[in-house]
């Protein structure tokens, strides 16, 4: 039988312990990336949704230019261009800062729309009503409008921190040592690469899976009636 | 070192992003025949293909891209087969593609109300009638603008096979970057033809969608 | 033989018990009127005749049919009992012709000519012939109905169950509804409805049912319901939806 070799393949895993910190630090890198990609990504994502939705004219045109272009090309592109394009340019940026900064624009882009989106949903009723109470543009914004909003778009948002999470194993191509780095990195030591990824592949999965938890807990909170903002 | 124009680079890049079009096309279809699959199996009544499809579209959102491609290329090397990257990537694409459409196609067979279920139902009809007549018909309308988004999805999806070694969009940009030192310019001719690639997409999901909102819907 | 028998039917809902226990005949050619208050059961027990919802313990019979769970007995009593619900669920990406005529299609196989005659008599009969190409959005709440009735009597049902099929609509438009209704009844068409329209149900239905915290509270003809209503809960019920 042809299958006969596979067969005899003996799949093994225990060794995978002796790793353990190099994994935990991957693991460690990841989180890092997520956090801070998801803190300045989202503030970036506020911001450009606001100038879209009332910011100045001249200032959309711009936005508009940045969300679709990060929209409609692929992250590997923006971080091998801000990683080895920009030091030509003159801006020389270490791994883990090509790697945030990557992830911060990407989600700033992403986040602009979605948030765009919840924005637009706001009954008009609602900014009238604060208006009409001599509140500012911004004032109504402020304390009107986003917060509704950001209820609103949140699952949408968690999912889009999700996506950017998974998305950041790439970094590990410009040599950030990421959770993905750590599996290539052991992977080229003792070649049980099916081993390997199939475990890293499960570690990610329960990233996945936590971070989403964690996202909806704090939405919860965050968004939780008779809470002020 | 041999000198390139821009329009040498650009003729080249050209010629690699047919294979990310290719590759774009048949993780798509493929993804979509799938998808239906996967799509049927998640909505029906028995709860043992329901939790398969659950599984599978957890397993395949849940984790990178770059992952599974991975774990394409060296599963089936460890059953002795000598895989080739485009098979590894087209079969990792497919799979992430069927995982994702899946999931919002089944979005939109929720969307519709239940009466028209229960309308259906008390006609005489069965599940796959009801499916075929009823739910299908309203469903695809509204899965239209949302599916031709996510090809978008799938375009930019085919960069990582580059770095399995299959040689498309992105692989070509960093094999002439390493010929002519020129990372700067090649990557954003590389980010503008992936533009060209999608952007059209997006705009269509967006008019797609406006137009579906508008009244009078099925003229 | 009653054309429906309901025999001590039992619902629950998680803890809450719906229907406590539920008999009621239905003969063939009677018209049936369901009362009480929003939460009485009344609907529920109407959606079980169609097997909509499952029960939990009793039995229905449907012309002989016991109404199961099983797909292809469902299918057999569907054909039997036509339902109109409140919404009209309409199929909003079909004509009302081809709404009258989808299931006859598929599901008795008729050919496209036939359904097409059949589809332009039952809009005769429910007074929407030249709506034959109108799309649902097209046609007013009341029009929509007296579609959803006309698609229901395609299948030449034995009975049909009216699930408040005037609630949703604006006062104006629900007489043309209860219009079609009243033919029907006269007509000789077996029917369960529950409603809101007591007028109605005072002068066209053979029997009222009063339905009370899951039971039947009280039941009779409808001069007696309405004249001499025997409990508290009726007389306060009747006296809360007086016009």
């Known amino acids: ?229 | 070192m041999i000198e390139f124009s821009t329009w040498d680079i650009l003729r080249n890049l050209l010629l690699a992003a047919r294979w990310t079009v290719l590759l774009s096309a048949v993780a798509f279809l493929g993804g979509g025949l799938a998808g239906l699959l996967v799509l049927v199996m998640r909505t029906a009544r028995r709860p043992l293909p329901r939790r398969f499809a659950l599984g599978f579209i957890e397993l395949f959102q849940g984790t990178p891209l770059l992952m599974q491609l991975f774990l394409a290329f060296f599963a089936l090397s460890l059953v002795g087969i000598n895989m080739p990257p485009w098979l590894a990537a087209g079969l990792a694409l497919v799979l992430w593609t069927a995982a994702f459409l899946a999931e919002i196609w089944r979005g939109c067979v929720e969307a519709i109300p239940r009466g028209q279920w229960e309308a259906s139902a008390s006609l005489g009809m069965g599940y796959l009638e009801q499916m075929r007549h009823v739910i299908l018909p309203q469903a695809l309308r509204i899965a239209v603008p949302p599916t031709v988004g996510f090809s978008v999805q799938v375009v930019k999806g085919t960069a990582l096979t580059s770095i399995i070694g299959f040689v498309e969009l992105s692989k070509a940009g960093t094999m002439i970057t390493n010929a002519t030192f020129q990372p700067f310019t090649v990557y954003a001719l590389v980010a503008l033809l992936y533009f060209v690639l999608c952007w059209p997409l997006s705009v269509a999901s967006r008019f797609l969608e406006r137009r579906l909102n508008a009244p009078h819907r099925h003229h | 033989m009653p054309l429906i028998a309901i025999t001590d039917v039992r619902k629950r809902f998680g803890a809450n018990e719906v229907l406590k226990g539920i008999d009621l005949d239905v003969a063939a050619g009677e018209v049936c009127a369901i009362i009480g208050r929003s939460g009485s059961g009344k609907s529920t027990l109407l959606r079980c005749v169609n097997g909509l919802e499952t029960i939990d313990g009793g039995s229905i019979l449907v012309a002989g049919t016991h109404v199961s769970s099983e797909d292809q007995q469902l299918r057999a009593l569907r054909l039997k009992v036509g339902m109109i619900f409140q919404q009209f669920n309409l199929f909003p990406h079909l004509t009302a012709g081809r709404n009258v005529m989808l299931s006859p299609m598929v599901v008795r196989k008729m050919p496209v000519g036939e359904a097409e005659d059949l589809a332009r008599r039952m809009l005769d009969r429910v007074g929407l012939g030249q709506k034959f190409d109108a799309y649902p959005d097209q046609l007013s709440g009341g029009q929509q109905q007296r579609v959803a009735i006309a698609r229901a009597l395609a299948m030449q049902p034995l009975a049909l169950l009216c699930d408040e099929i005037t609630s949703a609509l604006d006062p104006e438009l629900v007489n043309e509804v209860l219009a079609v209704v009243g033919e029907l009844a006269a007509d000789g068409m077996t029917l369960m409805m529950v409603t809101h329209e007591m007028r109605f149900a005072r002068q066209v239905c053979d029997r009222v049912v009063f339905m009370h915290q899951g039971r039947i509270h009280e039941i009779g003809p409808p001069d007696e319901l309405f004249s001499a209503p025997r409990t508290p809960e009726l007389r306060q019920f009747l006296g809360s939806t007086a016009h």
């Open chain 1, 1 to 229: 039988m042809p299958g006969g070799m596979a067969m005899a393949y003996v799949f093994e895993f225990t060794w995978i312990l002796q790793y353990a910190p190099v994994l935990l630090k991957g693991i460690a890198v990841t989180i890092a990336l997520t956090a801070v990609g998801a803190g300045a990504g989202l503030a970036l994502a506020t911001l450009c949704a606001w100038i879209r939705t009332q910011g100045p004219r001249w200032l959309r045109v711009p936005v508009v230019a940045y969300v679709e272009l990060i929209r409609n090309t692929p992250f590997l592109i923006q971080l091998f261009f801000i990683f080895f394009g920009l030091p030509s340019a003159g801006l020389r940026l270490g791994e883990m800062q090509a790697a945030m900064l990557a992830m911060v624009v990407n989600l700033g882009a992403y986040g602009a729309e979605i948030i765009r989106a919840g924005i637009e949903a706001t009954p008009r009723g609602q900014v009238e009503a604060g208006l009409s109470l001599a509140m500012s543009r911004l004032q109504v914004f402020r304390h009107v409008v986003l917060g509704p909003a950001m209820r609103r778009i949140w699952p949408a948002l968690s999912s889009q921190v999700v996506i950017v999470m998974l998305g950041s194993s790439v970094v590990s191509q410009i040599a950030a040592e990421d959770l993905t780095f750590a599996a290539n990195f052991i992977q080229s030591r003792n070649f049980r690469s099916f081993e390997v990824y199939f475990v890293v592949i499960l570690l990610y999965l329960a990233l996945a899976v936590i971070l989403r938890q964690a996202l909806r807990l704090a939405g919860e909170r965050l968004f939780s009636r008779g809470r002020a903002q």
